[in-house]
Structures are given as structure tokens and as C-alpha cells.
Antibody
Framework: QVHLVESGGGVVQPGRSLRLSCSAS????????MHWVRQAPGKGLEWVAV????????YYADSVKGRFTISRDNSKNTLYLQMNSLRAEDTAVYYC?????????????????WGQGTLVTVSS | QSALTQPASVSGSPGQSITISCTGT?????????VSWYQQHPGKGPKVMIS???KRPSGVSNRFSGSKSGNTASLTISGLQAEDEADYYC?????????????FGTGTKVTVL
């Protein structure tokens, strides 16, 4: 079965960096786009970034553009999120999510599987 | 991109039907039939309930249904059950000259009375 496990969260000071990882199993990782979605404590969901199945295209929310970088290693079935210049407002649980696709591998523009999330706290 | 607008809370008794609205703009909800809905229980990751406005993924109860009219999408839960008590979020693909991504709704807490 599909399994997504995030790691790398923790407490970090404002202005510092952190890299999150998402280990995928149970499906052909290289066939799916992948997303990061975050949720601040007690708040709603916020889409962060997407990377295409082959890494050829990446798109970001305005709130993280220029500071965060999404990447993937299909040989390791792993998704990454490099977070630089962290701010207090980046404090959240970060989820990785798989992009739903059709029979031909085309994106269906929704998130069909999610991990359990990893908590990032930005505080001095 | 601004968050899609959902009611903060909706409640109903067991067996009743409830509907959650999700209002966006012509750049997101109104542009494409690419609205999805997610259920989230406390401390858990979200689970997709509806994709592409009205499609139910495998394993999702047929008590859940989706629709869209103009810039507003809706999720209906019929035959409300205790296990349906959770937070629900809509999400829409959005595209403009300055944005290519996804927008979530503000979230709705469903309470089963």
C-alpha cells in the first residue's frame, strides 16, 4: 500500500535553514508529481509547492517563493523541501502528498495520499 | 491567491444531510472542474473524499457527494454518522499570469449532534 513518511522537522531559529524529507513506498514514485502542504497550529491547510514526476517543473506558493526549494530523487524514492530564511509564520506541520493521476499518468489535480506530517517550529 | 471561503462550522443529527459550501473566484473554482474535498480527523493527515468536483475515489462512502455551480462548490454528506465528525477542506487548482498552484478553503468543522 502507499506509504509516505515525512522527517526532518524540529525547532529552528528564525533566519536559519531546515531540510525536510518524504520517503515514499508502495507505488512507482517516478510516475507521480509530489506536493508539500502545511498546516499552522490550529489553522487550515496551505499548499506549499509541487514538483512534476520527473522534476522538470516546480511551482510554489507566493508565501515561500524564493525561500523554499522542492526537489526529488527518484532513485531513492524521496521528496525534499529545503527551507531557508525561516520565519515564525513558517511554523506548521508539513505534509507530503502524492498527486493523483489518471491511467495515462496525467495529473488529476488533487492529492490522493498524504503522510502523517512533520512539525517545524521556528522560534528563538 | 486568497483562501476559498467555507463556513466555519456545520452541524447535524445522525441520519441527516448537511452541505458545506466553498466559494472562490473565476480564477480558481469557477475556471476548472478541479475542485477536491478532504476530511481531516484531529491529529491525522487529510484524506481525499471527492476529486474533480464530484468523483468519489475508491473506498469513499457514497454518502459523500460533490457539485459545483459557478464559483461555488459544495460537499454534501447524507445519512450523517458519528465518524463523519471532522474538519473538511475544499481545494481548487488555480491559474493566472502570476500563479500556478492550489488554493485551499478556510475549513469547516462538522459536528454530529
Amino acid at each position: 500500500q502507499v506509504h509516505l513518511v515525512e522527517s526532518g522537522g524540529g525547532v529552528v531559529q528564525p533566519g536559519r535553514s531546515l531540510r525536510l524529507s518524504c520517503s515514499a513506498s508502495g507505488f512507482t514514485f517516478s510516475n507521480h508529481g509530489m506536493h508539500w502542504v502545511r498546516q499552522a497550529p490550529g489553522k487550515g491547510l496551505e499548499w506549499v509547492a509541487v514538483i512534476w514526476y520527473d522534476g522538470s517543473n516546480k511551482y510554489y506558493a507566493d508565501s515561500v517563493k524564493g525561500r523554499f526549494t522542492i526537489s526529488r530523487d527518484n532513485s531513492k524514492n524521496t521528496l525534499y523541501l529545503q527551507m531557508n530564511s525561516l520565519r515564525a509564520e513558517d511554523t506548521a506541520v508539513y505534509y507530503c502528498a502524492r498527486d493523483g493521476v489518471d491511467y495515462y499518468g496525467s495529473s488529476l489535480y488533487y492529492f490522493d495520499y498524504w503522510g502523517q506530517g512533520t512539525l517545524v517550529t521556528v522560534s528563538s | 491567491q486568497s483562501a476559498l471561503t467555507q463556513p466555519a462550522s456545520v452541524s447535524g443529527s445522525p441520519g441527516q444531510s448537511i452541505t458545506i459550501s466553498c466559494t472562490g473566484t473565476s480564477s480558481d473554482v469557477g475556471s476548472y472542474d478541479l475542485v477536491s474535498w478532504y476530511q481531516q480527523h484531529p491529529g491525522k493527515g487529510p484524506k481525499v473524499m471527492i476529486s474533480e468536483v464530484s468523483k468519489r475515489p475508491s473506498g469513499v462512502s457514497n454518502r459523500f457527494s460533490g457539485s459545483k455551480s459557478g464559483n461555488t462548490a459544495s460537499l454534501t454528506i447524507s445519512g450523517l454518522q458519528a465518524e463523519d465528525e471532522a474538519d473538511y477542506y475544499c481545494c481548487a487548482y488555480a491559474y493566472s499570469s502570476t500563479f500556478d498552484g492550489y488554493v485551499f478553503g478556510t475549513g469547516t468543522k462538522v459536528t454530529v449532534l
